[in-house]
Every structure is written in C-alpha cells, then in structure tokens.
C-alpha cells in the first residue's frame, strides 16, 4: 500500500499541511526542528493511534488547539480510501472512512498499515519489559485489529481485579470478596489467555525473521532470538507436579516402575495449548498465587507481567549486547515486523508503508548500506533525515526539502 495524500490540521507544528507522497522512495530532509519527525509520527498515529514518540495525545495538537485532524489517502492496489481521524482534547477521538458518518477511532485500526524505524527504538533492547510488550501488542493488532478488542477486554479486567486486591490489602477484604475474586480470577483468566495465545503465535512467526533480519544486518557472526517468558509458565514450574493437570503429568503414576514416571516434569510448552487450556492453566495459577497477591494488592500473574526476552548468541541482549548490537537488534525486529506483515500480504493483504525516521544518522556505513539495500524494494518508503550525506547512496528515489509548515515543491527532485 502507499500513502498518495497526506493532511494536518493543527497537528503538533503544523497548522495546516498538504503532501503529496508517491510509491516508491522519498526522502524528507530539512534542518533539525523543522517538523519532519512531525508528518512521519501523523501517518504511524493513522496506522496504530499511538505515537512512537509520547503515550498521550495532547503533545499531538498543536499549542492551544481544541481538535487536531489528520487525513490521508491510501491506495491498495487498485482500491483507493480516504482516511480521516480527528484527535479531540476533551472527547473521544473519532474517524471516517471514504467521508462516512464517524466512526470510533478503533475501527481505523489495520487499514494503513505501517512500520515504524526510529531512534526510540532503542527501548526495545533497553528499556522495560513494557516497551517489548507494547512492541508485540501493537504488531498484533495492525495483523489482526480484532485484538485492539483483546488487549482493552484484558486491561478492563486487569484494573478491576487490582482494585479487589488492593482494597483487600488494605483490610476492606472480608470472606464474600474471596467469591468476587474468584469470578474476576475467570475473567481475566479468559482474557489473558486469549491475549497470550495471540501473542506466543506473533512471536513464532516473528522468530525466523528476526534471526534472517540479524544475519543480513550484521556479519553472521551472532544468532538473535527471542523468547517469550510467560509469568504463567513461571508459576505452573514453581508449583511443581502438583496442580499440573493429569494429561501434562508424565505418564505412570508416583509408584510404577515406567520409566517416565522418573523423568522429571518438563515445563509445558505454552504453545502447543488452546485458548481453553491456558484460560484453565491460568486459573491454577491464580490459584496457586493467591494468597501472595492478597498480600501484596496487585495481580501478579499474566500477560502484563510477560516478558519478550531478546537473546543474541547465548547472552540476553539487554545488559550484554554492545551499542552497535543493540541498534542491529532493534532494526531486525522492526524488520521482522515487516516481513510477518508481508507474508501476510502474500495470503490478500498489501505491503506496509515504512517509515525511517532520523535512523540513518544513528548507523554506521556498513549498517546504512545494508538496511538501505533491505528497504529500498518496498512499495513505499518515508525516510527523514537532516543531512543528505546520511542518507546512503543505496537508497535512490525521490528527495524532498522540508521548510517550515511544509515541502518546498520547487524543490522536489
Ligand atoms: N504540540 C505542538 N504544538 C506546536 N509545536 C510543536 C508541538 N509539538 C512539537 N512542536 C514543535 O515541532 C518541532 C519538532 O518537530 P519535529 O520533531 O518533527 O522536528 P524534526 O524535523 O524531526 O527535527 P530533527 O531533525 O531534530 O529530528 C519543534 O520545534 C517543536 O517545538
Ligand atoms: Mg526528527
């Protein structure tokens, strides 16, 4: 898919803006500050309604505006929408597909779809477990929007279930809310499963493309992976044999002689179990964990507790990986991002519009040069910088000058 038009309306800088974008290659370059960040951060808000740069919208209107509006027109293969999304300071933000009645932001979700390639990706080796969390969540929902729908559903019962335990910490906790508790345990165990399902299949698909995307970054000499660490598998292991439900058991019992009763009971492996199984695997886990979550007023088990853990050769790659390493890292993932949706493309959707945003300047030759090598085939790709010398030589199309409150046409080459 491409972007043909861009518009902003009092969005972050920009009072009003118009782009005409084409396929293919096109680099934004203009001094530092000029509001290039600003048009590539709109259309990735279109696509995901979330910023790669803040977690709230106000930064996103501009000083003092009540509303800001951001239009697009996409085109996928030969059908053409005209996207519309209006960010409200005091209401709920709303869109409009192809000029019909508004519609809830949400359903915006997964028409355009983008990767976004910046320098705040550097969190995603670095930081904490939550940005590798968003990073999944965020991917499975410009897959498969239905899960914008898991991940709220998950939230809402998150916070409900937080406030029993909270409130039971602080000794309003009487026998009847044991019962209370016991019906949010189902619901967030539902829940919880769902999302983990979801997001143990992403990272499967996401595991040889991530290791292909490091090999072609780098010179081979590493192996990334990434491993999914559920807080569900680590209490199911604590737990032992004993609340592991009878078919996971080995086979024999305590007494027989078969040799598999004396093979110790391996850790489950999470991906092989349906949303059914896990939802009852996580109700064990509640189970188990209840009287420290009582204690300690939070929930302790699930899916806002999992951990994506990013290894690369037999080191995890936060704490160990070099900076150099830290940077192929995040580009790989990003880059296995856009492979999934690709293959996702192959079975009737459309190639992901990527972004570059100030990556270049970030990268040393040899990694511009190869990421650059990696990019330029794509239906359509944005990339800003502040100096052409960043941008390398690999990576021809169209250059575009940025000056304020929009592109200098004149300038187009
Ligand atoms: N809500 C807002 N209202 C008005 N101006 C804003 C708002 N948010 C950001 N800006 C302004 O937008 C400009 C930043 O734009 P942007 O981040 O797009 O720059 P850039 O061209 O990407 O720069 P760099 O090359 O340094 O990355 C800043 O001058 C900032 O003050
Ligand atoms: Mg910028």
């Known amino acids: 898919m491409y972007l043909e038009k861009l518009s902003l309306t009092d969005f972050r800088s920009y009072a009003q803006v118009d782009l005409n974008l084409e396929p293919g290659v096109t680099v934004l370059i203009g001094s530092n500050g000029i509001g290039k960040t600003n048009l590539m951060e709109a ?58 009645n508004p519609v809830r932001a949400r359903d915006l979700l997964g028409i355009c779809q983008t990767v976004i390639f910046a320098p705040e990706d550097l969190a995603l080796v670095k930081g904490d477990p939550s940005s590798r969390r968003r990073f999944l969540d965020e991917l499975l929902v410009s897959l498969m929007p ?26 309003k906790f009487s026998t009847g809310h044991e019962a209370t508790l016991d019906v949010w345990d189902q619901h967030m165990a539902r829940a919880g499963a769902e999302l983990l399902h979801a997001r143990l299949e992403l990272v499967d698909r996401l595991q040889p493309h991530l290791k292909n995307a490091y090999a072609q970054l780098t010179d081979g000499s590493k192996e990334a992976a990434a491993v999914y660490r559920s807080t569900l598998q680590d209490i199911l292991d604590d737990d032992g044999a004993t609340s592991r439900p009878a078919e996971s058991r080995p086979a024999g019992g305590a007494d027989s002689d078969d ?72 580009l ?35 990694r511009r040069r190869k990421l650059a090598a990696i990019v330029s085939g794509a239906e359509q790709v944005l990339v800003t910088a502040a100096v052409e010398d960043d941008i390398p030589a690999e990576l021809t199309g169209r250059r575009v000058k940025v000056i304020p409150g929009g592109i200098d046409e004149q300038e187009n080459r």
């Open 259 to 330: 040799a598999a009763a004396a093979t110790p009971v391996l850790a489950e492996d999470l991906r092989l179990l349906s949303v059914e199984q896990l939802t009852e695997r996580y109700i064990q886990a509640f189970a188990a964990a209840r009287r420290k979550e009582l204690e300690r007023g939070i929930s302790l088990v699930g899916p806002h507790r999992d951990e994506l853990e990013l290894v690369l050769g037999s080191a995890p790659a936060k704490g160990y990986a070099s900076h150099g390493e830290t940077w192929s890292m995040c």
């Open 146 to 171: 239905r899960h914008a729908a898991t991940r709220s559903d998950y939230d809402r019962v998150l916070k409900q279930r937080n406030a029993l335990l909270k409130s039971a910490r602080a000794g």
């Open 332 to 366: 790989s993932l990003r880059l296995a991002s856009y492979y999934v949706m690709l293959d996702d493309a192959r079975t009737g959707g459309s190639p992901p519009i990527l972004i570059l945003d100030d990556v270049f300047a970030e990268l040393d030759v040899q």
């Open 43 to 100: 259309i990735g808000y279109l696509a995901t309604l979330n910023s790669h740069r803040v977690s709230t919208d106000a930064p996103l209107l501009r000083f003092g505006a009540e509303r800001a509006m951001i239009r697009a027109k996409l085109v996928r293969g030969e059908q053409s929408t005209v996207l519309e999304l209006e960010i409200n300071a005091a209401r709920a933000n709303r869109g409009r597909i192809n000029r019909s």
